[in-house]
């Protein structure tokens, strides 16, 4: 079993950034792919962005991309996912999540098999 708490959430202007941070009780993601999912109100849990345990490998949701970055530390201790110029429609509940390592990642929240309690991210326009 693992467990992983995010952090990093907050109310922030839109063209604002955030970084998000997914701590891991072990070095899952040494071994295992990570992922960022959102899920604002009313809507359906929706894919962000992935990495692959090795770190190599990238995977961004269209809706995002150029602005928002993942990385993971070292260790495999914790996934990042840096968000920029971030947008109204940005604000959900985020997730970090530890699914199988295949490659390329996953976009499908059934793949992953961990899940932390996630972190609110408000942007305000």
């Known amino acids: 079993q693992v467990q992983l708490v995010e952090s990093g959430g907050g109310l922030v202007q839109a063209g604002g950034s955030l970084r998000l941070s997914c701590a891991a009780s072990?070095?899952?993601?040494?071994?295992?792919?990570g992922g960022w999912f959102r899920q604002a109100p009313g809507k359906e849990r929706e894919f962000v962005a992935a990495i692959t345990w090795g770190g190599a490998t990238t995977v961004y949701a269209d809706s995002v991309k150029g602005r928002f970055s993942i990385s993971r530390d070292i260790n495999g201790e914790a996934v990042y996912l840096q968000m920029n110029s971030l947008k109204s429609e940005d604000t959900a509940v985020y997730y970090c999540?530890?699914?199988?390592?295949?490659?390329?990642?996953?976009?499908?929240?059934?793949?992953?098999?961990?899940w932390g309690q996630g972190t609110q991210v408000t942007v305000s326009s």
């Open positions: 072990r070095r899952i993601f040494s071994t295992n792919n």
């Open positions: 999540a530890a699914g199988r390592p295949r490659l390329p990642p996953q976009v499908q929240g059934a793949a992953y098999d961990y």
